[in-house]
């Protein structure tokens, strides 16, 4: 059983920053991709940001430039530092990892259970 736990959204004003962490527990042996998603209402999941090691992330074109996404393998953690933020990145930010765990099985995808980040103008 793999678990996945975000925490850092909250409520900031525009050109604020935010950083988001994200945990992952559990039978891991190793992780892949990681990475981040959002969500906005009525709109579909799009992916924001990932990492699969210090050398390859890939950005949404409207991130590019204001968002960094790391991680920590030692701690099996993510994290997506967000600066100059904008009303249109009001959203429910979900992160993943595809994890192949202690029995070999995977890789396999899982989904932390998101967190609001809230941008006013």
């Known amino acids: 059983q793999v678990q996945l736990v975000e925490s850092g959204g909250g409520l900031v004003q525009a050109g604020g920053s935010l950083r988001l962490s994200c945990a992952a527990s559990?039978?891991?042996?190793?992780?892949?991709?990681m990475g981040w998603y959002r969500q906005a209402p009525g709109k579909q999941r799009e992916l924001v940001a990932h990492?699969?090691?210090?050398?390859?992330?890939n950005y949404a074109d409207s991130v590019k430039g204001r968002f960094t996404i790391s991680r920590d393998n030692g701690k099996n953690t993510v994290y997506l530092q967000m600066n100059s933020l904008k009303p249109e990145d009001t959203a429910v930010y979900y992160c993943?990892?595809?994890?192949?765990?202690?029995?070999?099985?995977?890789?396999?995808?899982?989904w932390g259970q998101g967190t609001q980040v809230t941008v006013s103008s």
């Open positions: 993943n990892a595809d994890v192949t765990d202690f029995y070999g099985r995977g890789p396999s995808r899982y």
């Open positions: 990492i699969i090691s210090v050398s390859t992330t």
């Open positions: 559990g039978t891991i042996f190793s992780i892949n991709v």
